[in-house]
């Protein structure tokens, strides 16, 4: 089993839609969780970053962590064409410098 | 956010020159800096970690006299691809967290696109 799993996509939606992205992990050490856009031929960018486990609401964007069911999302609202990129669920440990990253997952919104 | 400044953004060589590519932490000091590769629709391999004023760290199957890893100061790693081939070109993006935090962030660069005729 990998340590982070992620649906690669891709995932197409209207313009519109609420876009629900999703990624499980198996070490329940990591405490540390983030959501990164990458554009195509560009490095990722830092979307949302959480600590342990709840919600945290950006703008259009709310991140969630599970931790007893080891399971974040990540929503994106009012879903623009802007928005088509892969992301990137990534977590650490709390001690250490350990980031894994899941393998990305492929978004199209289409206008 | 902080901001991570990569150079060159795309390069091209012929097969068995040796490209340098920079990483720098514009407006914070980064203790560990890390350099992924990734290839097309695919998720970032980590290569090394890089921490400020010792020797890098390596994953396993990465060739450590290839990818030449130099982190001399607070604010600048470099990853050096010593006689590339073309099997080497790839997307190399590097990374770098802020000096004596322990938020998890980890801010990337724009990445470096290299290509080897």
């Known amino acids: 089993q990998k340590e982070v799993e992620q649906d690669p996509g891709p995932l197409s939606v209207p313009e519109g839609a609420i876009v629900s992205l999703n990624c499980t992990y198996s070490?329940?050490?990591?405490?540390?969780f983030m959501w990164y856009r990458q554009y195509s031929r560009k490095g990722p960018e830092l979307l949302m970053y959480t600590y342990s486990s709840g919600n945290k609401e950006d703008g259009r964007f709310t991140a969630q962590v599970d931790k007893s069911s080891k399971y974040i999302s990540l929503f994106i609202r009012d879903s623009q064409p802007s928005d088509s990129a892969t992301y990137l669920c990534?977590?650490?440990?709390?001690?250490?410098?350990?980031?894994?990253f899941g393998p990305g997952t492929r978004l199209s919104v289409l206008p | 956010g902080a901001v991570v400044s990569q150079h060159p953004s795309r390069v091209i060589c012929k097969s068995g020159t040796s490209v340098k590519i920079e990483c720098r932490s514009l407006?914070?000091?980064?203790?560990?800096m890390f350099w992924y590769r990734q290839f097309p629709k695919q998720s970032l391999m980590l290569m090394a970690t890089s921490n400020e004023g010792s020797k890098a760290t390596y994953e396993q199957g990465v060739e450590k006299d290839k990818f030449l890893i130099n982190h001399a100061s607070l604010t600048l790693s470099t990853l050096t691809v010593t006689s590339a081939h073309p099997e080497d070109s790839s997307f190399y993006i590097c990374?770098?967290?802020?000096?004596?935090?322990?938020?998890?962030?980890?801010?990337f660069g724009e990445g470096s696109r290299l290509t080897v005729l």
């Open positions: 407006d914070f000091q980064a203790t560990t």
């Open positions: 070490n329940s050490a990591f405490q540390y």
């Open positions: 990374s770098a967290t802020l000096a004596g935090g322990n938020t998890g962030e980890l801010f």
């Open positions: 990534a977590m650490r440990h709390n001690y250490g410098q350990n980031f894994v």
